[in-house]
Each structure stands twice: as structure tokens, then as C-alpha cells.
């Protein structure tokens, strides 16, 4: 009772700050278009991260004289979907050079770099309006 009294204490005092009050609305009502991006930043990422894991277990199932530096890249990469997401996710966030990323997939196929790029250039420009 003490906790929400305090609460209610706080909210009477920002409503005399009519610039305060303003801007928390303003944040309130863009959670919405907020939870939407986000929701489909995840559904992209999953999508991408299907597809290149499926590329990379392929190339490690078919290709045995494949380079030991480009198995382990692959694996390290791309060797689950949940490691998909989150080398997508470190790609369009700067957590990894697109370079070290791309180039496992480069070894496997030509389509998957380009792909790969597709996935770069979509959600820099379309999502996240970089």
C-alpha cells in the first residue's frame, strides 16, 4: 500500500510538469509501433537464420574436403538457427564485421552472399531506417 501511495505521489507531481507529462504520453503511444518493428525485426531474423543454417549444415554434410578454417566458421556461425539469429542480429547491430560473417557463406555458394547482402541492405534501409 506504501509502494503504490509513493507511485501515486510521483504521477500527481509530473502531472504539474506539463512538458514532462507531454513527452511520457508521446513514449507511451509509439510502444505500440515499437512492439510491431521489433516483432517483425524477429520474424526476418528467424527467416534468415533458417535459411543460412540450412545452407551451412548442407555444405558441411556434402562438402568433406571442405577448408577446416571454413568448417569451423560455418559452425561457429551458422552451426544452430539460435547461432543464426544471433550472428544476424550482431551483423545489423555492429557486434561483427559483415566480412568475417559473409565469408563462410561466400565458400559454400555465390547465392548465399548475395542473400546474405539482401539481408543487410533490407533491414538497414526498410526496418531499422539507418
Request: hydrophobic share 55%.
Amino acid at each position: 500500500i506504501v509502494r503504490t501511495a509513493r507511485i501515486l505521489r510521483i504521477l500527481r507531481i509530473v502531472s504539474f510538469f506539463r512538458s514532462l507529462r507531454l513527452l511520457l504520453l508521446s513514449v507511451l503511444n509509439t510502444l505500440r509501433s515499437l512492439f510491431w518493428t521489433v516483432l517483425l525485426l524477429m520474424m526476418i531474423l528467424y527467416i534468415f537464420a533458417v535459411m543460412f543454417t540450412q545452407a551451412a549444415l548442407q555444405e558441411l554434410v556434402d562438402d568433406s574436403t571442405a577448408e577446416e578454417r571454413s568448417v569451423e566458421m560455418l559452425e561457429k556461425y551458422y552451426g544452430s538457427v539460435q547461432r543464426s539469429v544471433y550472428t544476424l542480429f550482431m551483423c545489423i547491430t555492429g557486434g561483427v564485421s559483415w566480412e568475417d560473417v559473409s565469408e563462410p557463406l561466400a565458400d559454400t555458394h555465390f547465392f548465399w552472399l548475395v542473400l546474405f547482402i539482401v539481408y543487410i541492405a533490407f533491414t538497414h534501409f526498410a526496418v531499422l531506417n539507418v
